[in-house]
């Protein structure tokens, strides 16, 4: 796995060995951000489900200019921190170490850009987004990704956001919301 385009272009990525992550492969990480950029002219991104940072590495190459990774498990924070490391622009990244439901009552601020890819995707995704939105962490324009098995329906509109665009790469579905 590497960081496809970007500042960081071209880098390998560490990923964890096992079941404990599923990483986005590089070409539905590619497919992903040409639906939704590819490019950015700064912006905050939230990174929920971390497993490897890959995505978030991925947005920050891209031209975002600050992002958040939530990420439970320990080894999976191991290689995020690694993965970090290898950008050589740490200050750009913040790891916080914990469920992602807590790490959403300690956020501030608003998000640009969310990048969702729960272990238990359809119930998990639409509480997750309730609850981005009660507690004010969605940008006024905020893009939700949403990556799925391509089994999962997801609702065309939860709380503020509507599904804007939706593909089916391989097993994974990609669900992108916007407000």
Known sequence: MRVVAGTFGGRPLRTLAGQTTRPT???????????????????????????????????????????????????????????????????????????????IERLEGTFDLVLLDPPYAREEIVSTIEHLEKKNLLATDAMLVCETDKAVALPEKIVTVELWKQKVYGISKVSVYVR
């Open 25 to 103: 492969t590089d070409k539905v990480k590619g497919a992903i951000f040409n639906m939704i950029g590819p490019y950015f002219e700064g912006g905050r991104v939230l990174d929920l489900y971390a497993g490897s940072g890959s995505l978030a590495i991925e947005a920050i190459s891209r031209g975002m200019t600050e992002a958040i990774l939530v990420e439970r498990h320990r080894k999976a924070q191991a290689i995020i921190q690694e993965n970090i490391k290898m950008t050589k622009a740490p200050s750009q990244f913040q790891l916080l170490k914990m469920e992602a439901d807590k790490a």
